[in-house]
């Protein structure tokens, strides 16, 4: 029932987004767009995107511990995670990869959990570290007092990083709670809360045995070069749609998008978020209202696109690899 209740939501807020941004556009202009697309372009735009989510897969490679698992099923992983993003409600597809993870190679949930939440961390540490040159770089475009926000942000990349550092120590603190609490409530058959004890402990060792490798450097240098792809897909879309804009400024716009997406709003995939983020991103770098919406409706479709088509081949040739060999008489 609250999984329906939730659904629905999401499906509300979504088409609200959505609603509210087409009422702004003209859905033939849009249909225009995408059609006039130039070839070149969007071809670079899919290779680019193509290659950040190979790095992606490469970076999971570093941070997971326990096993060595294949590049190419890490990247099959990646793919299927990249598509769940966009279709699942609620931010639930990030709760896919731990799932294909386990569904793939084997590999524990809270390890998957602790990886992904690693990633993340490094992607938030990095869109600030972005956002605090762009702040420096592009003062007067910003609507707030430029020394509160640069104060702003360093600390926030402060606070990522103190996190990180010290996820270990807080999980097992926040278990060690849970057991007491657990054992008070044993009598009361509250066993839910002693599983939860037991999987926040688990991951404590997770993040520890992670931070134990000391892959720092890979990991960083992959998530920002994977950054640079992503953006660089913006970038050569946005040159597909006849949009002359200077990458800097285009980074700027980008931006803004990726931070409303990442914003806990319970939507269909990421659909609606990015599109008004994107929007108010590049009305910030002189686009019009009509041109913001429409062009972050058409690089999200165009990344849509080829994220499915990149997971139907991943599917069709992790079925391959699953299918039995026939046996010789």
């Not at 279709?87 to 949930?109: D, Q, R």
């Not at 003062?139 to 550092?165: D, E």
């Amino acid at each position: 029932m609250a999984l329906s209740k939730r659904l629905i939501l999401s499906i509300l807020i979504t088409s609200g987004i959505l609603f509210f941004l087409l009422l702004q556009i003209s859905v033939e202009d849009l249909y225009i767009l995408l059609k006039t697309t130039d070839p070149f372009w969007a071809l670079l735009g899919s290779i680019t995107y193509l290659v950040a989510i190979l790095l992606r897969a490469l970076r999971f490679k570093w941070l997971i511990y326990s096993k060595g698992i294949p590049l190419a099923d890490l990247f099959r992983i990646t793919a299927f995670y990249h598509l769940s993003l966009m279709v699942l409600p609620s931010k639930l597809g990030e709760l896919s990869y731990p799932y294909f993870l386990n569904k793939i190679s084997g590999t524990n949930v809270t390890e998957g959990l602790a990886s992904l939440i690693a990633s993340r961390v490094y992607d938030f540490f990095i869109m600030m570290i972005i956002l605090l040159f762009l702040a420096i770089g592009f003062q007067g475009l910003f609507k707030v007092n430029p020394f509160l926000l640069i104060l702003f942000i360093a600390f926030l990349i402060g606070f990522i990083f103190f996190t990180f550092f010290y996820m270990s120590g807080f999980l097992s603190w926040f278990s060690n709670i849970l057991g007491k609490i657990s054992h008070w409530a044993e009598s009361r058959n509250f066993r839910f809360i002693l599983w939860i004890q037991l999987k926040i402990s688990e991951m404590a060792e997770d993040f520890y045995a992670i931070k134990a490798r000391k892959t720092y450097f890979p990991v960083s240098f992959t998530s920002l070069v994977s950054w640079a792809m992503i953006f660089l897909t913006f970038y050569a879309y946005m040159k597909g749609f006849g949009i002359e804009i200077s990458f800097t400024k285009m980074i700027l716009g980008a931006t803004v998008g990726v931070i409303a997406n990442a914003l806990p709003i319970s939507a269909i995939g990421n659909w609606g978020t990015l599109e008004a983020g994107w929007a108010a991103g590049f009305l910030m770098v002189g686009l019009s209202k009509e041109k913001a919406i429409a062009t972050g409706f058409g690089v999200h479709i165009l990344i849509f696109i080829v994220c499915a088509v990149i997971s139907f081949f991943c599917w069709i040739t992790l079925k391959k690899r699953k299918s039995p060999s026939p046996t010789v008489p």
